[in-house]
């Protein structure tokens, strides 16, 4: 199993701009899909979006669609997550994962997530 450490979570003001990394250990990176999800305080783990393993698709939940952006660097084992127009909804503790089935399921293994704080 790929091992996941987060970061490049911060405060930042509403309509701001910040990217998350994602890197992975282990050289079966490439051979995943991936996946970000968040979590806010008191409330389930959703969705983010998600990319293939090649880079070539991505798929995104309808609340950040056009305002973020996934890619990855296979040969540096790292995923990002671009966060533009940030609103103070997209406030959680981000988390990626590597996905059992594309797009939306991932494995049931975590990193210790990066929190995102939007203040209005």
């Known amino acids: 199993q790929v091992q996941l450490v987060e970061s490049g979570g911060r405060w930042v003001q509403a309509g701001g701009s910040l990217t998350l990394s994602c890197a992975a250990s282990?050289?079966?990176?490439?051979?995943?899909?991936m996946g970000w999800f968040r979590q806010a305080p008191g409330k389930e783990r959703k969705f983010v979006g998600s990319i293939n393993s090649s880079g070539g698709s991505t798929y995104y939940a309808d609340s950040v669609k056009g305002r973020f952006t996934i890619s990855r660097d296979n040969a540096n084992n790292t995923m990002y997550l671009q966060m533009n127009s940030l609103k103070p909804e997209d406030t959680a503790t981000y988390y990626c994962?590597?996905?059992?089935?594309?797009?939306?399921?991932?494995?049931?293994?975590w990193g210790q997530g990066t929190q995102v704080t939007v203040s209005s």
């Open positions: 282990g050289r079966t990176f490439s051979y995943y899909s």
């Open positions: 994962a590597s996905l059992r089935n594309w797009p939306l399921v991932p494995y049931n293994y």
